[in-house]
């Protein structure tokens, strides 16, 4: 099943901030976005004219949806009044749900999104229900009542005890308990043109209570006008990598690389504005079309459908300077067979592939060309074919050869498959195969380095196999 993540907070017309930015930000590390909204705000990236609270109709919203689908993970952003977190409260009790609480109460231009002196509620009621809370400088100096303004990596210790002092409050009698919290307090400094976040993740470890630290540098950047909707965006993508069953620190160290990634990247508008730009860029609507060309070349012809494996077929695609999975794109779910004929299972998205994924990366340290993978089903007889009535060069590799720490690890043998490759033919082959091992189905790798490649290798494959 797909992973789901709930945001309830307010609505922005610009969709910079708010419940549209936590939407689109979902939607693009992977996650489908339910949302309940807890106001109508009246705004753009530069002018806050005000808001109409919604709590009327909050408990209602999210009744509706909690109460059918197995959500889990929430990110909860503007609260406009006592009544919405009384019913936040209520429901992430009931629901046991694990929150992400972006403590906004203040806009990006100064105007409050709440009730006068309700932060001192929203500390009480729900810090203890949140397991990661994402306050800026301004909130954070507000919950530790200290002042955090012009601090640099020299007033370390001071931030460190500080992002303690807001942690303990995240536990009802201020002891840490064996259930893990975080607090990550963001933009805390400028130390030598570096903007730094600092990130404590509390624990208890044989009656002791322990804080794991860790600073996220980035580089100072001159911007002009205002930025809308940033805190929004990286507290959703702690909700999301949650979701998608990552570690607390994981998460957050995935949720700053995704951050700063979109962070180099605005939307400019009118008088100065800035939202952060979610659409996703020209290299990766190439490299999804290159995908969906496969996928539609193949799912027209059932014929394709005996070239699904057991493990399912994935059709992965790199941008060109691919580093990490994230920026490899496969098919949701893999590809099988419906009604005799090869079917996606999901959508095409970046950084839901994972063999595939790293077959691509490991290749591309010795070719940077191959930028796509497809796993095909193997038959001894169809090996003999291809290698007779095609000029696909191919090459086998033996799994039983691999060392014994190599097969602990499926990772590894991604990489072990592609040295070897290159060891013995000096060169990626089209065809990579094997003919499995315990527990490891035998399998065709089919390299390109674009889809129309990868398409005239495909057809080749399947006129001989016929």
Known sequence: MKPFCLTIAG?????GAGIQADIRTFDQIGVHPFSAITAITYQTATNFQGYKSLSDEL???????LD???????????IPDAKSIDIIKNVIVHHKLTVVLDPVSVSSV???LSSEGLELEIERELFPLATVLTPNLQEASYYANRELAN???????FLKDTAKRIVKKMY???????????????SLGIDNK????????????NGEEEYIFKIFKKPKQIIHGNIHGTGCVFSSAIAAYLSLENSLFESLEKAEMFFNERFSNFIELPNEGKILDMTLDKEKVNVINQIKEIYNFISNNRNFSKLVPEVRMNISGALPNAASKEQVAGIEGRVTVVGGYPKASGEIKFGVSDHTARLILEAKKFDKSVNFVVNLKYKFEWIKKIQEKTDLILQEIDRELQPKEIMSTEESTMQWLIKKSIKKIGRIADIIWDKGSIGKEPMLRLFGENSKEVIY?????????E
């Open 11 to 15: 609505s922005d017309p610009t969709s």
């Open 59 to 65: 408990g209602k919203q999210l009744d509706i949806i």
């Open 68 to 78: 059918v689908y197995p959500v889990q993970y929430v990110k909860v952003g503007m």
């Open 110 to 112: 100064g105007e409050r």
């Open 151 to 157: 601090k640099t990596l020299d007033d370390l210790e």
């Open 172 to 186: 009802r009698d201020q002891k840490v308990s064996e259930v893990q919290k975080a607090v990550i307090m963001k």
């Open 194 to 205: 570096i903007v730094f976040d600092l990130a404590c993740v509390s624990q208890l470890i």
């Open 457 to 465: 290798k495909l057809d080749k494959i399947i006129q001989v196999i």
